[in-house]
């Protein structure tokens, strides 16, 4: 079983920056496509944004894009998540998630990833 470590959250106030990182314990991150999803307190969990093996295409959900960005250093087995202008709302547990893949494979649902990291608080109050 994969596992898979987060870092980079925190309690920050409106309008600053974070960056999340994310790193397989095991493999190598160049077998896997992978996304970012966040859950809010009573709310369903929802896509960020995902990337390709290789991070040569992405995508970011709506509503996010133009603040946050994904993208992923594969030398450093790392994938992260760069957010901009946080806002209260974006306050949630941010997991980033794993699967293997083809190269060109970029998943915005849950249901394809196969591994899971275990969460990181990201938290936007000023």
């Known amino acids: 079983q994969e596992q898979l470590i987060e870092s980079g959250g925190g309690l920050v106030k409106p309008g600053d920056s974070l960056k999340l990182s994310c790193t397989p314990a095991?493999?190598?991150?160049?077998?896997?496509?992978m996304g970012w999803f966040r859950q809010a307190p009573g709310q369903e969990r929802e896509f960020v944004a995902a990337?390709?093996?290789?991070?040569?295409?992405?995508t970011v959900a709506d509503g996010l894009r133009g603040r946050f960005t994904i993208s992923r250093d594969n030398a450093k087995h790392t994938m992260y998540l760069q957010m901009d202008s946080l806002k209260s709302t974006d306050t949630a547990v941010y997991y980033c998630?794993?699967?293997?893949?083809?190269?060109?494979?970029?998943?915005?649902?849950?249901?394809?990833?196969?591994?899971w990291g275990q969460g990181t608080q990201v938290t936007v109050s000023s």
């Open positions: 095991e493999r190598t991150a160049s077998q896997f496509a």
């Open positions: 998630a794993a699967a293997p893949a083809s190269y060109t494979s970029l998943y915005t649902e849950d249901r394809h990833y196969v591994y």
């Open positions: 990337i390709t093996r290789l991070g040569d295409s992405n």
